[in-house]
């Protein structure tokens, strides 16, 4: 079964509206990541959030984590046609290289 | 600026056909990935690498094999492709550590006929 679960599955958005998905997972983690993809492209690196850490912002971007509902969400705010892409979390636990990807959320952002 | 470049966007292969998928990183990266993506699946694990000749299975090894020779270099081979091997495939790389951010390949989307 998947670590990481997004939800919703699909979500669209008007443009200048804010846009929130959400991730669960299911054992410990030392951190969590959230990644970006365009259709048909390689994932790119958004924002890395730590276990130790609450809350992050990164420009448009807010990560909110809660270890004890192991859950996180990603807030786009102000969103842009340019948002439109599906979105993933990934978490890593202690002692282990690997990332477990969840689902991920598609965004659409219409203009 | 980093850069992980795949040797090829789309691939058509037979089945029974040996596939060879390149991955090359110039950030000079002792992680290497290799992942599968499918529609509802998420990206699952195949193989990972870190450091040169060495390799550790993933969630789903099977049917797949790797070789990285070259530091930059990360192949992934599929010995005898089948139709269940159609797929999109992404290669990463990364610093070692927890932690690190992971920098993705343009993917090859591959269809095995």
């Known amino acids: 079964s998947q670590q990481g679960e997004e939800d919703p599955q699909a979500l669209s958005i008007q443009e200048g509206e804010n846009a929130t998905m959400n991730c669960s997972y299911k054992t410990s983690i030392n951190n969590l990541q959230w990644y970006r993809q365009n259709s048909g492209r390689g994932l790119v690196h958004l924002i890395l959030i730590r276990s130790n850490e609450r809350e992050k912002h990164s420009g448009r971007l807010r990560v909110t984590l809660d270890t004890s509902k192991k859950s996180s969400s990603l807030l786009i705010t102000a969103s842009r046609a340019a948002d439109t892409a599906s979105y993933f979390c990934?978490?890593?636990?202690?002692?282990?290289?690997?990332?477990?990807f969840g689902t991920g959320t598609r965004l659409k952002v219409l203009a | 600026d980093v850069k992980v470049t795949q040797s090829s966007r789309y691939l058509v292969k037979r089945t029974g056909e040996k596939v060879f998928l390149e991955c090359v990183q110039d950030?000079?990266?002792?992680?290497m990935f290799w992942y599968r993506q499918d529609p509802g699946l998420g990206l699952r694990l195949i193989y990972f690498?870190?450091?040169?000749?060495?390799?550790e299975k993933g969630d789903i090894p099977e049917g797949y094999s790797v070789s990285r020779e070259k530091k930059e270099r990360f192949s992934l081979i599929l010995e005898s492709a089948s139709t269940n091997q159609t797929s999109m495939y992404l290669c990463a790389s990364s610093r070692p550590g927890q932690g690190v951010t992971q920098y993705f390949g343009p993917g090859t989307r591959l269809t095995v006929l």
């Open positions: 690498s870190y450091d040169v000749k060495m390799k």
């Open positions: 950030m000079d990266h002792e992680n």
């Open positions: 990934a978490t890593s636990s202690r002692g282990t290289y690997k990332y477990i």
